[in-house]
C-alpha cells in the first residue's frame, strides 16, 4: 500500500512533462537548409551523406550549453577519422552574437544560424540544449535532452558510428 502513493507521484508528474514532439528514433531526420557561421549554405542531410552526425541546438544564454558543446568538441576530435561530424544549431540568434560564442568556446565543428527556430520547431525542441545523433543514413538514433555528459554522448555515438576498424 505504501508503494501506491509514489506510483501515483511518479504518473502525475509524467503526465505534467510536455510532450516530445522532435522526431523519433529509427525515422528519417528533417531536413533543413541553414547559413552557417561562415556564409556558406549547408544542407542537412544532403551535405552529410554517408556520415553520422551530432546535432546540438544551443544559443549562447543557455546556462547548459557551452558545458556540453566543450564534451561534444572532445568526443568529436576522439572519432573524427571514424567519419563523425557535428553541426551546431545556434537557435533564436543573430551570426555576430553567435560567432563571439563559438569562438569563445574553441570548438572545431560547424555552426548554422536558426534566426526564427524554424528547423528548431522541425525537431520539437522545447528548451536547450538539446542533441540529435543521426546515423549515416539520415535516421534519429537518439537524442540527449539536457547537457549532454560524456557517458551518455558515449551511449548515443555507439548507436550510430560504425564499428572501430
Known amino acids: 500500500m505504501r508503494a501506491f502513493p509514489i506510483a501515483l507521484a511518479c504518473a502525475l508528474l509524467a503526465a505534467c512533462g510536455s510532450p516530445d514532439t522532435g522526431p523519433s528514433t529509427g525515422t528519417p531526420a528533417p531536413r533543413f537548409e541553414a547559413v552557417g ?8 542531410p544532403e551535405d552529410f ?6 546535432l546540438d541546438f544551443w544559443a549562447d544564454w543557455c546556462r547548459y550549453c557551452a558545458g556540453g558543446m566543450a564534451r561534444i568538441d572532445a568526443v568529436h576530435r576522439e572519432h573524427a577519422a571514424r567519419g563523425l561530424a557535428v553541426v551546431a544549431v545556434n537557435v533564436g540568434q543573430d551570426r555576430d552574437t ?3 560564442f563559438i569562438d569563445r568556446l574553441g570548438v572545431g565543428y560547424s555552426a548554422v544560424l536558426d534566426p526564427d527556430s524554424k528547423i528548431a520547431r522541425r525537431y520539437g525542441v ?19 535532452i539536457g547537457e549532454a ?9 555507439n548507436r550510430i558510428l560504425p564499428p572501430a576498424p
Open 126 to 144: 522545447n528548451g536547450l540544449p538539446i542533441t540529435y545523433f543521426i546515423d549515416r543514413d539520415g535516421i534519429v538514433g537518439g537524442k540527449i
Open 49 to 54: 551523406a554517408g556520415t553520422p552526425v551530432i
Open 149 to 157: 555528459d560524456r557517458k551518455s554522448l558515449m551511449f548515443q555515438l
Open 98 to 100: 553567435a560567432a563571439a
Open 37 to 44: 557561421i561562415d556564409g556558406s549554405v549547408r544542407r542537412f
